[in-house]
Every structure is written in structure tokens, then in C-alpha cells.
């Protein structure tokens, strides 16, 4: 990959090669991706578009090339200021560094943040003031072309019985399963990777994730965890990073999706709806 400014832009563009495009992602929430739009920098599910499309720099400092231009936070009296491209003009702004442990910082002392780590798609990505008493997030580059992602949102239906659906129950704050009704409601919504282990990400942009102390399922704050960790296996069994699975179980006359040990029931068995709108 170029690095700095030894050559011309049009003559860097020419000849980058494709394997050498990138796309940067959350640490904590993989599967989503820094998007430049007409309004600025946002988080959306990766999928290998041109406004998550960028020339990273590698070893020393450099720009974040999009396409001919180069991205910098616009506005730099505002507190989240997002990137946008400009002319590319090895300014401090414009000159980035990602260190080892995944901090992207440029030449003004600022870092990208995504705001409040949230997995809401469309939440904004910004560069903030760079933090002294704690490490800025983290980020991860990867190229374009590796990005496997099969990212599909809807609902889960339970086969023993198919009128009740995975869903977030507000009062209680638990995972159980209600009525799924003809239209899909926000608390029955999860996102997640088709074809690979990931995270599941529901109502408020939370996560789900189970509790080995109370065997439970609720929605918490996204992290790269076991817990965090779920797969829809082929056969239909909801289960986690811990080898566990989702089993509904009847309580109290509520029904509360529990982690179990996994059999190949009807009883712990889903059958996903994707949403009209997937990524």
C-alpha cells in the first residue's frame, strides 16, 4: 500500500490494487462499518460498498484515502464532528495513524468514536478529542474483499409453537417469547450474521446475551464475548459461545427463553423471517 505523500494522488488511486482497499470496523461490534454518506460518517452493516471503501495507512502516518480524496473531520468547534472527503492536502487533519492497539488518531489529537458504541445502524461516527485517563476505542482494519458477512435482520419463530416469537419483554427487562402478530415489532428485530457466529443485535441496540448464574437471556450492552456469541445453526438451535442453547420455558404463566444444554428438539428449535429490509 503508498504511504504518505511521496506520489501523486491520481497516481497513488491508479495504482492501488483492489486487494489493498479496506473498510474499518468497531472493535467491540463487528459486522458494522465506518459509511461515508452525503451527510458524513455513520455506522451501517458492512457491505462492501464505496462509501466503506478506503486506502488506510499502514506503518507511519498517513491519509485515510477515499477514492482521490482524503477524510477529515469537518467542523472542528463541534464536539462529534464527522469525517468527510476533501481534497487531499496533508494537513494535520487529514494525516491518520492506527496504533497496535486499534486507536485511529490524527494529526489534531483527535480519535475516531463511534457514538456511545451503540449497534443502532446509521449512528453517527465521529472524531473526538482524543482521551487522556482511558484508551480511545479501538478499531479494526480489513480488507474489502475478505468481508464475508451475511448480515440479516428479522424475527425468530418457535416451532413447538409457531404463534409465539423471540422478544425482548420490557417489563422485566428478559428475553421470552410473545405473540408474533402480522407485523414485526421492534423487540422482536435482531440482526445478525446468517453463516457465522456473531452477535445478535436487538431492541435499543443492545445485544443479546446469557447469563450462565441465572441461565437467562437478556439484552446488554454489545461486547466480544462468549456470551455475546450466538450462531442459528442449520438445524434451527439458537446457541452461544458457551455451547449453550435458547430454550423457552413456561414460568409462572410467562414464557422465559433460558440456556440450556443443547438437543435437537422442536422445543429449541427457530425458523427466521428476515425483515423486508436486509443487510
Not at 155 to 163: H, I, K, N, V, Y
Not at 201 to 218: E, N, P
Amino acid at each position: 500500500m503508498f504511504k504518505g505523500w511521496l506520489c501523486g494522488i491520481i497516481v497513488c488511486v491508479a495504482l492501488a490494487a483492489p486487494a489493498e482497499a479496506q473498510t474499518l470496523e468497531p472493535a467491540r461490534l463487528p459486522g458494522l462499518c465506518l459509511t461515508i454518506t452525503g451527510e458524513g460518517s455513520v455506522s451501517r452493516p458492512c457491505d462492501k460498498s464505496p462509501g466503506q471503501t478506503f486506502e488506510l495507512p499502514g506503518d507511519a502516518p498517513g491519509p485515510i484515502r477515499f477514492g482521490d480524496l482524503c477524510l477529515a473531520p469537518r467542523g472542528n468547534a463541534n464536539h462529534y464532528p464527522q469525517l468527510f472527503p476533501e481534497t487531499c492536502d496533508g494537513s494535520p487533519a487529514q494525516t491518520w495513524t492506527i496504533s497496535a492497539g486499534g486507536a485511529v488518531r490524527n494529526g489534531d489529537g483527535r480519535c475516531l468514536s463511534l457514538l456511545g458504541l451503540s449497534a443502532i445502524s446509521g449512528t453517527r461516527i465521529y472524531a473526538s478529542v482524543c482521551p487522556t485517563r482511558v484508551e480511545p476505542q479501538a478499531w479494526v482494519a480489513k480488507p474489502v474483499d475478505q468481508e464475508i458477512y451475511d448480515q440479516v435482520s428479522g424475527r425468530l419463530r418457535w416451532r413447538a409453537r409457531p404463534e409465539l416469537c423471540l422478544s425482548y419483554i420490557g417489563d422485566g427487562s428478559y428475553i421470552g417469547l410473545e405473540p408474533c402478530g402480522e407485523n414485526l415489532r421492534s423487540e422482536q428485530v435482531f440482526a445478525f450474521d446468517r453463516g457465522d457466529p456473531g452477535q445478535f443485535r436487538g431492541f435499543g441496540g443492545t445485544c443479546l446475551t446469557s447469563s450462565a448464574m441465572t441461565q437467562s437471556i437478556v439484552l446488554r450492552r454489545c461486547a466480544v464475548s462468549p456470551t455475546t456469541t450466538w450462531m442459528l445453526q442449520d438445524h434451527s438451535l439458537l446457541s452461544n459461545g458457551e455451547a449453550r442453547c435458547a430454550a423457552p420455558m413456561l414460568e409462572d404463566e410467562r414464557w422465559v427463553v433460558r440456556i440450556s444444554r443443547c438437543a435437537a428438539t422442536i422445543e429449541q428449535s427457530w425458523t427466521f423471517e428476515p425483515a423486508i429490509a436486509t443487510h
